[in-house]
C-alpha cells in the first residue's frame, strides 16, 4: 500500500460534473489500496471573482483581509469535493490549511511555509479516511490566515507529500504532461516521459505554467516524487519529475515564451566604479526582482546599462526610475514592455556545444532581431519584440526537432 498525495486545479473541479470526475479518479486510487491525501484549488476564475468583489467594497483593503477572503474558495472545493466522495460511499475528511498544520511566515497574500504540524493529517489516514486539504493556505504564530500566493495549491500539495513522506505526489491539470513547447502555440509539442527538477525549475521560471516553480523547488529539496497528469485523461502516463534525467539522450528539454516581462534602460550613466551597486541595491531595497542585465562598452565617460523585470513590477519599477536617473546623473531612462524573453532549457547542453549557435541561427533564418542575451549552464533566454515570439518558438523548436 502506497501513500499518495494528489493536487487538483481550479479548472479540474470547476462544476458539478468536474467534481464527479475528479472523485472517481480519488477514489480509484483510494480502492486500489492506497492512503489518498488530496489538495484542491479554488474552482475555475472563484479567486479572480472574490478579488473583484473587494474592490467592489474597498480599493485599498488590507492583505490580511485579503487572505481570509480568498481562502474561502479552496475551503468551497475541498467541501464540494469530500461531498462528491461521500455520495459514493467512500470515507471522506475535508480540512483547512490551518487544520492540517499548515503553519506559514507572515507576509500575508505570498506566505512561506515553515513547517506541517501533520498530527491531524496522519490521524485520519490512520482512520483510513481519504483526506481533502485546501490548498493555497496556512496559519501565522498570530493565528491568522494567510495564503501562498498564485500557484499556491501546487505549493501545499509538495510540502504535504514532503512531510507525509509520500511514495508519490500526483499534480493533475488541464494538460497531460510537460511539453517541449506550449501545445496551443506549437502543433507538433512532444510530450515528455521524464523531465529533471533542475529543468522543470528553469521552464517554470522562463514562463511554462504548468507547475509553480516554488513547488519544484521544494520536491527537489525533499526528493518528492512529482508526476504532472491529465485529471481529464488519467489514464494516460504522464510526466516524472526526478534529479537526474538521461542526459545524454536529450539535449534539449523545452523551449518557453514569456510575455510578462518589461525591460529598462539608463541612457549615459557616468562609467565608473560603484554604478551598477548602487542601481541594483536601490531595486532591491524596493523588493523588485531584476532578471536580464546588459552593460554597453564604455564611450565618453558614459555607459548604458539595461535590465530586465516582471511585468507585475513594472509600476514599482516606473516608480524607481527617475530617482535613479536623478542620483546618477543620467541623460534619461527608457522603459519598453513590448518585449518577450524566449528560452531554450536542457541539462544536455552542459556536455554539447553549439546549442547557441543553432538557436542564434533559427532566429537569424526567420529575420528576427536579438536584443539581449542572458545564459546559464542549463538555459539560453534571449529578449525580442513580443509580435515575433510565437514565430520564435516555432522556428526555434523545428531547429531542436532532432533533439528532443
Known amino acids: 500500500m502506497a501513500l499518495i498525495v494528489q493536487k487538483f486545479g481550479g479548472t479540474s473541479v470547476a462544476d458539478a460534473a468536474k467534481l464527479d470526475h475528479v472523485a472517481g479518479v480519488i477514489t480509484r486510487t483510494y480502492a486500489a489500496g492506497n492512503s489518498v491525501a488530496v489538495v484542491v484549488s479554488a474552482q475555475g476564475d472563484t479567486t479572480d471573482h472574490l478579488i473583484e468583489q473587494a474592490k467592489e467594497v474597498n480599493t485599498s483593503a488590507s492583505k490580511r483581509e485579503m487572505d481570509v477572503l480568498l481562502s474561502a ?51 485520519e489516514l490512520g482512520k483510513k479516511n481519504i483526506v481533502i486539504v485546501a490548498g493555497f493556505q496556512g496559519i501565522n504564530r498570530y493565528d491568522d490566515i494567510t495564503t501562498l500566493g498564485r500557484g499556491g495549491s501546487d505549493t501545499s500539495a509538495v510540502a504535504l507529500a514532503a512531510a507525509l513522506h509520500a511514495d508519490l505526489c500526483q499534480i493533475y491539470t488541464d494538460v497531460d504532461g510537460i511539453y517541449t513547447a506550449d501545445p496551443r502555440i506549437v502543433p507538433n509539442a512532444r510530450k515528455l516521459a521524464e523531465i529533471s527538477y533542475d529543468e522543470m525549475l528553469e521552464l517554470s521560471s522562463l514562463g511554462a505554467q504548468v507547475l509553480n516553480n516554488r513547488s519544484v523547488e521544494m520536491a527537489k529539496k525533499y526528493c518528492v516524487p512529482l508526476e504532472v497528469r491529465s485529471s481529464m485523461e488519467d489514464e494516460k502516463p504522464g510526466t516524472i519529475l526526478k534529479e537526474v534525467v538521461k542526459v545524454e539522450k536529450t539535449l534539449i528539454s523545452g523551449v518557453t515564451c514569456d510575455n510578462n516581462v518589461a525591460r529598462f534602460s539608463l541612457i549615459e550613466v557616468p562609467d565608473m566604479p560603484g554604478i551598477a551597486f548602487r542601481i541594483f541595491s536601490i531595486l532591491a531595497a524596493k523588493n523588485i526582482n531584476v532578471d536580464i542585465i546588459l552593460q554597453s562598452i564604455g564611450r565618453g565617460n558614459t555607459k548604458d546599462i539595461s535590465f530586465t523585470v516582471s511585468g507585475s513590477q513594472m509600476k514599482e519599477t516606473l516608480d524607481a526610475m527617475p530617482e535613479l536617473v536623478d542620483l546618477l546623473h543620467a541623460q534619461r531612462f527608457v522603459c519598453d514592455e513590448n518585449i518577450s524573453k524566449v528560452s531554450v532549457v536542457g541539462a544536455g547542453m552542459q556536455s554539447h556545444p553549439g546549442v547557441a549557435a543553432k538557436m542564434f541561427e533559427a532566429l537569424a533564418d526567420a529575420n528576427i532581431n536579438i536584443q539581449m542575451i542572458a545564459t546559464s549552464e542549463i538555459k539560453i533566454s534571449v529578449l525580442i519584440g513580443r509580435e515575433e515570439a510565437i514565430k520564435a518558438v516555432n522556428v526555434i523548436h523545428e531547429a531542436f526537432e532532432t533533439a528532443f
Open 73 to 123: 474558495g479552496e475551503q468551497m472545493s475541498m467541501s464540494l469535493l469530500a461531498m462528491a466522495i461521500e455520495k459514493r460511499g467512500y470515507p471522506v475528511v475535508s480540512l483547512t490549511g490551518w487544520q492540517v498544520g499548515m503553519v506559514t511566515d507572515s507576509n500575508y497574500g505570498i506566505a512561506r511555509i515553515r513547517r506541517v504540524d501533520k498530527e491531524r493529517l496522519e490521524s
